[in-house]
């Protein structure tokens, strides 16, 4: 009789939307059998997010689901958080997910929620990461990798990445530098979190 195979990699739900390009290292990493992680659906909260793309072309399951179908805030919350809950993710990660997530969302996978941001937290939060980083003139700046929590972009550190910060930059070449260090990090901790977890202590997070 012929066995069906059943992928046993820790899951992960991948938010994003944009262009994607977290999202499809993501996707060449989970390619191979061997990565300890799979990718079980992507969601975005734009219909036209080329993430969205990249995920079909890997045959991987896409949901939208946008705030301007809801009347309120709360009911774009509980639509995504049961969007997610379909593919019973281990995990949710957040790559390029331009949305604060809502209590709903945080409170169904509390702990196992991931976020990359593009500069070294706590410093430049917000959607405006690099280009507050140029503005300030920091020589070194980097992405993070953190549990998200409710506040934004403030929760504990899991892992990061130094980028330097040349005199000739300017926020568009200086966030794709920024990304070429993201793509390693985000691939390196998937895999690190799928293999091993992640401990929260207080402020303190690590892979052990
Ligand atoms: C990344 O720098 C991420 O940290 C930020 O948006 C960017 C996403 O890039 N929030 P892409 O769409 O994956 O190319």
């Not at 944009?18 to 990565?35: E, I, V």
């Not at 799979?38 to 949901?63: C, E, M, N, W, Y």
């Not at 995504?80 to 593919?87: K, P, V």
């Not at 604060?100 to 945080?106: A, D, E, R, V």
Request: charged share 20%; glycine share 8%; aromatic share 6%.
């Amino acid at each position: 009789m012929e066995q069906s195979h059943v992928d046993q990699r820790t899951r992960f739900v991948v938010l994003a939307s944009g262009t994607g390009t977290l999202l499809q290292s993501l996707l060449d990493a989970t390619a191979d059998p061997g990565f300890p992680a799979q990718i079980v659906a992507v969601g975005a909260d734009v219909p036209d997010a080329k993430a969205l793309d990249r995920a079909q072309k890997s045959g991987v399951p896409t949901f939208v689901r946008m705030v301007s179908e809801y009347p309120l805030r709360t009911d774009w919350d509980s639509a995504l958080t049961d969007a997610i809950d379909e593919w019973n993710p281990d995990w949710v990660f957040c790559a390029g997910f331009m949305r604060i997530l809502g209590p709903s969302t945080l409170a169904r996978f509390a702990g196992r929620i991931i976020n990359t941001h593009p500069a070294l937290l706590p410093a430049f939060p917000g959607a405006h990461a690099v280009r507050d980083a140029l503005a300030y003139g920091v020589r070194v700046t980097g992405c993070t990798v953190h549990l998200v929590d409710e506040g934004v972009d403030t929760g504990p550190i899991i892992a990061q990445a130094p980028v330097h910060v040349d005199a000739s930059d300017d926020e568009a070449g200086l966030h794709e530098r920024i990304k070429m260090a993201e793509r390693s990090l985000v691939v390196g901790t998937m895999a690190a979190i799928a293999s091993r977890g992640c401990v929260i202590d207080g402020r303190r997070a690590y892979i052990p």
